[in-house]
């Protein structure tokens, strides 16, 4: 069992994410009649009208988007649940488990204060999904699942993850590190 | 049914993101200043293996192919956006939820970010549904079908381009 206990390699890692892909929309086909593609940024949608619709649950069933996208528990809800699940639990297996409040990188260049990286991310996370929701997807639906279908939309949104990320990256972080 | 599937297949989706080491803030930003490729090593592996694997599927008639409308507009601006924000956050709503599996609490402010911009997209979609969505769509088209190309001929590309990258990355002095 020490293969479990080690890192792995990402060309290995990442090989069995493309079976994990191809295994999810087979099974899902066969026995939910309907495939099921690797995504994430919806979930953060669903969330956000679950959330909403204990204090104005009028305004979330009036609402254009929330409604297209069923504001509900579903198949992608619980696959972000069980990212948090298998990572903690493969984190624990190789001891990486390890608890930060402030990356090293981040500490290089805007000092090792825990809330102007809380403050950061939060901002970072807003944008990130308006972005992802405008664009339709994010690495996952885009990236990956986009790009194994050879999805048009996965290779735009692709350029437009990496021109804007590669980008905004080395403005913000070129002074700090190295 | 559906719910306990979604789950399992998140746990093994965590597990392999944790596995490849894609969750640390260091590696994502280290890929967008294009000193570490880890994270460009792992995505390639996961389309090359996924593209072969889902067109012989689909070419079997075991499964139909579930492509997301193409809006040039959209995916580039969005896609830029989305660029920004992860560059400041250092991950992407995956490997955020990863990352706090991993004891990155950090990614937590993140994912709240996450959800207030959800629910500010949500108002501001019917603004967007009229103007930057509908430029330059296309339908739900492959490309193969947009270049009329054979898709074994275009997987067949993309896996040289892609094991020509590997190639390069693993010869070269910078291992990631």
């Known amino acids: 069992m020490n293969w479990f206990r080690k890192p792995w390699s990402p060309y290995i890692a990442g090989g069995l994410v493309g079976l994990l892909a191809i295994t999810s929309v087979v099974i899902s086909t066969q026995l939910l009649a309907k495939p099921k593609y690797l995504g994430t940024s919806t979930t953060m949608v669903r969330l956000a009208g679950l959330a909403e619709s204990q204090v104005a649950s009028d305004h979330v069933s009036s609402n254009e988007y929330f409604q297209s996208k069923k504001i509900k528990v579903d ?52 944008l990130a999904i308006l972005g992802a929701r405008l664009a339709g997807g994010c690495p996952s639906g885009h990236g990956l699942s986009g790009m194994m279908q050879l999805a048009g939309s996965g290779l735009l949104a692709m350029v437009g993850f990496m021109a804007g990320g590669i980008l905004a990256a080395n403005c913000i972080y070129r002074k700090g590190g190295n | 049914m559906e719910l306990l599937l979604g789950l399992i297949t998140g746990i093994f989706f965590g597990f392999l993101l944790q596995k490849g080491g894609v969750l640390r803030f260091e590696k994502q930003v280290g890929f967008l200043l294009l000193r570490d490729a880890t994270i460009l090593k792992f995505m390639f592996s996961a389309i090359l293996v996924g593209s072969v694997g889902i067109y012989v599927c689909r070419d079997m008639g075991w499964i139909d192919l579930k492509l997301k409308s193409i809006s040039i507009g959209a995916q580039l601006i969005g896609g830029g956006l989305f660029g920004l924000g992860w560059a400041i956050l250092g991950y992407c709503p995956g490997t955020a939820g990863g990352a706090l599996g991993e004891g990155r609490w950090h990614a937590g402010w993140g ?9 500010l997209y949500a108002e501001l979609y019917p603004s967007l549904k009229d103007s930057v969505l509908t430029w330059g769509t296309y339908g739900k088209k492959s490309i193969p079908e947009i270049l009329g190309i054979h898709h074994w001929l275009i997987i067949g590309m993309f896996t040289l381009l892609y094991l020509a990258i590997f190639f390069l990355l693993e010869r070269g002095p910078k291992k990631g």
């Open chain 1, 75 to 126: 198949w992608q809800m619980m696959l972000v649940v069980g990212i948090v699940i298998g990572a903690f639990l493969a984190a624990i297996a190789s001891q990486e488990f390890k608890s930060e409040t402030v990356p090293t990188l981040w500490k290089a260049r805007f000092g090792p204060k825990w809330h102007v990286r809380a403050l950061g991310a939060f901002l970072g996370g807003i």
């Open chain 2, 111 to 119: 994912i709240l970010g996450m959800l207030v911009g959800a629910g």
